[in-house]
């Protein structure tokens, strides 16, 4: 039969399947084909969590653990084939709770034993959502609660440039801006004049005049010392335009903020003219470094997405891009001495031995190329982004996962050696192999891989971790780009790794400070660390370059490392899980410079809501738009109100744990939202994920420790939390979000799903984002643009369908409602 024709069908039956936590679902084969699906000789490849496994003790099929998400579903002896028209139910059980649909099984391909080589597309696959409510989804009243809270602020008295400014005052003397008033700067400021005039041709159909003089109306950038080195001041009056600052990124971000007072609903056609209104503004951001971290090793993005998340990101005065370049599933920067690290590390496809690509992971199908699994930037990519975010201000981290998630890397150097040595080329063959061949340590990673781990005793490892740097730095170099350090990773290397590796046995016996698996790691960043310093660089990682594992009370804890605390080395601190809580400020205590990226309330992957439609992991939680707004970086604990499951902490959770001291803080170097990309196959997912919740990072980096941070009586801050909650969420609502319907052509980000409840025996709704439109039916149908527009309580009967638009006729989810 041709597998085209074969359909499936994935249905959640049961959560806290026979009282575990573990999920009863169903998958149907339907064979549509006028063949029949033999007993034997064919399998079913998929992605999903290795804890799958099919029902009761006779069940039709087998399924087999493959590596890292990858299973296959073969025949069992009770499987006697599957005639056409016929469909065959197989009942499957899996770990863990189906929270959403990113939990899902996906990437079905069929492969026929007798051609094991070819992968082919099956038929189409359905997922149903689950007709019950096992594990507490969010509920439309719960939604309501929620936002209850906010209030309506009229436009006209919010703050019109964001984020919020240090200081801020509206005088009310507007200034008429045409395409025919210029931009007067001199030639240090040149470059920051040229982007803004480059905007306003977008928005006035043609670029006004540069230029270094000129008296008479005009935007006037205008140098002044003794200001930071990112701080502007800026004046809007009658006669024009002034900003000033003492640098070129002050400068540009005094230009974002005049971008930020044009009306959003200017940008939707051409204007011949433009009111900005008259504001003095002086200011300068709270942390220096505001930093998102974009995934695209996992799922990759094209060029031109990670340029448009560029200029979203300079608009709202974020500096650091933080790339994640390679991991298990990909690696996707161009190194042209070892193009095996994209001729094969940068696809993924169906393969038995990952000799021409890796394997298909995370839904990404058969076919190479034929979807986010595959792709990379060459060099002349790489260069234009680097560019790109220079004359943006925007510094590029470069992150080379390592030693751990480097599957990919692993396998493209073992392509290398395979290619060399058939050649008679053995010392080339084994310059920049990545483990030792005659290892038999056996691990499985947190993502279930078995081979990810770079041997840290090999010689090659540091030949290769050299090149790979001195070409990107050369990359740097012709693209004018900044660059203090490189980001090596350093997270999730599983117990097990290195035990059986010859040559990490010849290192310990010539090495009296290399004296089990566990110093491998010290010796491993040591190394990279001096490799670094020799290029007058520093080393970042995540946080577990910075820590020890050592014996407490007879019990393994991890310890902020006292060998490397004075080496400059910059940690990103994700886990405040659990024990770990203070993590990031015993490392900041203990002189590690920290990037606060925290999980609970910085990690945009994660779901926005414990709802079945809503993508994305929980892992750590639901991290919807207030979770970055109301981190406290310096108390994080203050405001550490839900846990993973979103219900309340109580205070007393956190005593005894370690505070942060005031020498401490000044480790503190700033805030980033990781976007990890599991989930992310597409530019609307991603946007999707990132927007708006990105907007509460860029808040909480850049503004001013608000009162309620600080604030030691609980309903002063709570009563100033409200407050400034509701500004933020009007800001977004009313300027921001419809701003974002057009900079940049469009982003696709969240419409936020509307909150209501029965109360008085009408039906009430509310919504997150004032601004945006509710509409409603009664009749069962989905709301559109021509439903009725909710404005008060509705005395319907029967169930009542909501839905949230924004102004250009986009919508979120449907929230259902019954009346009594």
Same mark, same amino acid.
């Given at each position: 039969?041709?597998?085209?024709?074969?359909d499936?069908?994935?249905?959640?039956?049961?959560?806290?399947?026979?009282?575990?936590?573990?999920?009863?679902?169903?998958?149907?084969?339907?064979?549509?084909?006028?063949?029949?699906?033999?007993?034997?000789?064919?399998?079913?490849?998929?992605?999903?969590?290795?804890?799958?496994?099919p029902?009761?003790?006779?069940?039709?099929?087998?399924?087999e653990?493959?590596?890292?998400?990858?299973?296959?579903?073969?025949?069992?002896?009770?499987?006697?084939?599957?005639?056409?028209?016929?469909?065959?139910?197989?009942? =499957?059980?899996?770990?863990?709770?189906?929270?959403?649909?990113?939990?899902?099984?996906?990437?079905?391909?069929?492969?026929?034993?007798?051609?094991?080589?070819?992968?082919?597309?099956?038929?189409?696959?359905?997922?149903?959502?689950?007709?019950?409510?096992?594990?507490?989804?969010?509920?439309?009243?719960?939604?309501?609660?929620?936002n209850?809270? =906010?209030?309506?602020?009229?436009?006209?008295?919010?703050?019109?440039?964001?984020?919020?400014?240090?200081?801020?005052?509206?005088?009310?003397?507007?200034?008429?801006?045409?395409?025919?008033?210029?931009?007067?700067?001199d030639?240090?400021?040149?470059?920051?004049?040229?982007?803004?005039?480059?905007?306003?041709?977008?928005?006035?159909?043609?670029?006004?005049?540069?230029?270094?003089?000129?008296?008479?109306?005009a935007?006037?950038?205008?140098?002044?010392?003794?200001?930071?080195?990112?701080?502007?001041?800026?004046?809007?009056?009658? #006669?024009?335009?002034? =900003?000033?600052?003492?640098?070129?990124?002050?400068?540009?971000?005094?230009?974002?903020?005049?971008?930020?007072?044009?009306?959003?609903a200017a940008?939707?056609?051409?204007?011949? &003219?433009?009111?900005?209104?008259?504001?003095?503004?002086?200011d300068?951001?709270?942390?220096?470094?505001?930093?998102?971290?974009?995934?695209?090793?996992?799922?990759?993005?094209?060029?031109?997405?990670?340029?448009?998340?560029?200029?979203?990101?300079?608009?709202?005065?974020?500096?650091?891009l933080?790339?994640?370049?390679?991991?298990?599933?990909?690696?996707?920067?161009?190194?042209?001495?070892?193009?095996?690290?994209?001729?094969?590390?940068?696809?993924?496809?169906?393969?038995?031995?990952?000799?021409?690509?890796?394997?298909?992971?995370l839904?990404? $199908?058969?076919?190479?190329?034929?979807?986010?699994?595959?792709?990379?930037?060459?060099?002349?990519?790489?260069?234009?982004?680097?560019?790109?975010?220079?004359?943006?201000?925007?510094?590029?981290?470069?992150?080379?996962?390592?030693?751990?998630?480097?599957?990919a890397?692993?396998?493209?150097?073992?392509?290398?050696?395979?290619r060399?040595?058939?050649?008679?080329?053995?010392?080339?063959?084994?310059?920049?192999?990545?483990?030792?061949?005659?290892?038999?340590?056996v691990?499985?990673?947190?993502?279930?891989?078995?081979?990810?781990?770079?041997?840290?005793?090999?010689?090659?490892?540091?030949?290769?971790?050299?090149?790979?740097?001195?070409?990107?730095?050369?990359?740097?170099?012709?693209?004018?780009?900044?660059?203090?350090?490189v980001?090596?990773?350093?997270?999730?290397?599983?117990?097990?790794?290195?035990?059986?590796s010859? &040559?990490?046995?010849?290192?310990?016996?010539?090495n009296?400070?290399?004296?089990?698996?566990?110093?491998?790691?010290?010796?491993?960043?040591?190394?990279?660390?001096?490799?670094?310093?020799?290029?007058?660089?520093?080393?970042?990682?995540?946080?577990?370059?910075?820590m020890?594992?050592? +014996?407490?009370?007879?019990?393994?804890?991890?310890?902020?490392?006292?060998d490397?605390?004075?080496?400059?080395f910059?940690?990103?601190?994700?886990?405040?899980?659990?024990?770990?809580?203070?993590?990031?400020?015993?490392?900041?205590?203990?002189?590690?410079?920290?990037?606060?990226?925290?999980?609970?309330?910085?990690?945009?992957?994660?779901?926005?809501?414990?709802?079945?439609?809503?993508?994305?992991?929980?892992?750590?939680?639901?991290?919807?738009?207030?979770?970055?707004?109301?981190?406290?970086?310096?108390?994080?604990?203050?405001?550490? +109100?839900?846990?993973?499951?979103? +219900?309340?902490?109580?205070?007393?959770?956190?005593?005894?744990?370690?505070?942060?001291?005031?020498?401490?803080k000044?480790?503190?170097? $700033?805030?980033?939202?990781?976007l990890?990309?599991?989930?992310?196959?597409?530019?609307?997912?991603?946007?999707?994920?990132?927007?708006?919740?990105?907007?509460?990072?860029?808040?909480?980096?850049?503004?001013p420790?608000?009162?309620?941070?600080? #604030?030691?009586? &609980? &309903?002063?801050?709570e009563?100033?939390?409200?407050?400034?909650?509701?500004?933020?969420?009007?800001?977004?609502?009313?300027?921001?979000?419809?701003?974002?319907?057009?900079?940049?052509?469009?982003f696709?980000?969240?419409?936020?799903?509307?909150?209501?409840?029965?109360?008085n025996?009408?039906?009430?709704?509310?919504?997150?984002?004032?601004?945006?439109?509710?509409?409603?039916?009664?009749?069962?149908?989905?709301?559109?643009?021509?439903?009725?527009?909710?404005?008060?309580?509705?005395?319907a009967?029967?169930?009542?369908?909501?839905?949230?638009?924004?102004?250009?006729?986009?919508?979120?989810?449907?929230?259902?409602?019954?009346?009594?």
């Amino acid at each position: 039969m041709n597998p085209n024709q074969l359909d499936l069908v994935w249905e959640v039956k049961q959560e806290k399947y026979q009282g575990k936590t573990q999920t009863l679902s169903t998958l149907t084969l339907k064979n549509t084909s006028q063949q029949t699906l033999p007993a034997t000789g064919w399998s079913l490849y998929f992605n999903a969590s290795p804890s799958l496994k099919p029902d009761g003790t006779n069940a039709p099929v087998k399924v087999e653990h493959i590596n890292g998400d990858l299973l296959r579903m073969v025949p069992a002896a009770s499987f006697k084939g599957l005639s056409p028209g016929s469909s065959l139910p197989i009942a =499957i059980v899996t770990g863990g709770q189906m929270i959403n649909e990113s939990r899902v099984p996906d990437g079905f391909y069929f492969v026929w034993d007798e051609d094991n080589t070819k992968g082919l597309a099956v038929g189409d696959v359905t997922y149903l959502k689950p007709s019950r409510n096992d594990v507490g989804w969010i509920k439309a009243e719960e939604i309501y609660a929620q936002n209850s809270t =906010i209030t309506d602020i009229p436009e006209a008295q919010l703050t019109k440039i964001f984020p919020s400014p240090a200081q801020y005052t509206e005088t009310g003397a507007a200034f008429t801006l045409t395409a025919d008033v210029p931009l007067v700067a001199d030639d240090r400021y040149s470059n920051v004049a040229n982007l803004l005039a480059a905007y306003l041709g977008t928005v006035f159909g043609r670029k006004p005049a540069v230029q270094a003089s000129g008296s008479g109306k005009a935007i006037r950038l205008q140098h002044k010392a003794g200001l930071g080195p990112e701080a502007y001041t800026l004046q809007v009056t009658s #006669e024009g335009i002034l =900003i000033s600052a003492s640098t070129p990124a002050g400068m540009f971000y005094g230009t974002q903020s005049v971008k930020s007072l044009i009306p959003p609903a200017a940008l939707a056609t051409t204007q011949k &003219a433009l009111t900005i209104p008259g504001v003095e503004v002086q200011d300068a951001p709270r942390f220096g470094h505001r930093a998102f971290m974009m995934d695209v090793a996992r799922n990759f993005q094209k060029k031109e997405q990670v340029l448009k998340v560029l200029d979203l990101m300079a608009l709202y005065k974020l500096n650091v891009l933080h790339f994640h370049l390679n991991d298990d599933e990909g690696w996707r920067l161009e190194i042209p001495a070892l193009p095996e690290l994209t001729e094969l590390g940068s696809k993924r496809g169906h393969t038995l031995d990952d000799s021409q690509n890796l394997v298909s992971a995370l839904g990404s $199908g058969p076919t190479v190329d034929a979807s986010s699994g595959s792709g990379y930037y060459s060099k002349a990519d790489f260069i234009e982004i680097l560019a790109y975010a220079t004359a943006r201000h925007i510094r590029v981290i470069p992150e080379i996962e390592t030693p751990g998630h480097a599957r990919a890397a692993i396998k493209a150097m073992d392509a290398r050696y395979t290619r060399l040595m058939a050649e008679g080329k053995k010392a080339e063959a084994t310059q920049y192999l990545l483990r030792d061949l005659n290892d038999k340590s056996v691990y499985r990673s947190v993502q279930n891989w078995n081979d990810n781990v770079i041997d840290v005793a090999l010689p090659s490892t540091y030949t290769f971790l050299e090149k790979v740097v001195d070409e990107m730095l050369a990359m740097y170099k012709e693209a004018g780009a900044p660059i203090q350090t490189v980001h090596f990773g350093g997270d999730e290397v599983p117990q097990g790794v290195w035990t059986k590796s010859p &040559a990490v046995q010849q290192l310990m016996a010539s090495n009296p400070k290399v004296n089990n698996t566990d110093d491998l790691w010290y010796y491993y960043f040591g190394k990279v660390n001096d490799m670094l310093k020799a290029r007058k660089l520093y080393l970042s990682g995540w946080e577990e370059i910075g820590m020890r594992k050592v +014996k407490q009370n007879g019990k393994t804890a991890y310890i902020a490392n006292p060998d490397f605390a004075n080496e400059n080395f910059h940690v990103d601190v994700w886990n405040n899980l659990g024990s770990n809580v203070d993590l990031a400020y015993r490392m900041a205590n203990a002189g590690y410079k920290v990037v606060l990226t925290n999980v609970t309330n910085l990690y945009l992957d994660l779901a926005y809501q414990k709802a079945y439609e809503e993508p994305g992991l929980n892992w750590g939680g639901y991290v919807d738009l207030d979770k970055p707004f109301y981190f406290i970086p310096f108390d994080y604990m203050k405001n550490m +109100k839900v846990d993973t499951e979103n +219900k309340p902490i109580s205070a007393s959770a956190f005593a005894g744990k370690e505070r942060l001291t005031e020498a401490g803080k000044k480790n503190i170097v $700033g805030l980033q939202a990781p976007l990890w990309s599991e989930t992310v196959t597409t530019p609307e997912r991603l946007e999707y994920m990132l927007l708006p919740k990105l907007l509460g990072l860029a808040e909480r980096a850049w503004a001013p420790d608000p009162s309620w941070a600080t #604030e030691t009586d &609980a &309903a002063k801050s709570e009563a100033a939390y409200a407050r400034d909650w509701s500004s933020f969420v009007n800001v977004l609502g009313k300027r921001e979000l419809p701003r974002l319907n057009y900079y940049g052509k469009g982003f696709q980000y969240r419409i936020p799903t509307a909150g209501a409840k029965t109360e008085n025996g009408k039906i009430v709704a509310n919504v997150q984002l004032p601004g945006l439109t509710i509409r409603y039916t009664t009749d069962g149908t989905e709301p559109t643009t021509q439903s009725k527009q909710y404005t008060g309580p509705i005395a319907a009967k029967g169930t009542v369908n909501f839905k949230v638009f924004d102004g250009t006729g986009r919508s979120g989810k449907v929230t259902t409602v019954g009346a009594n």
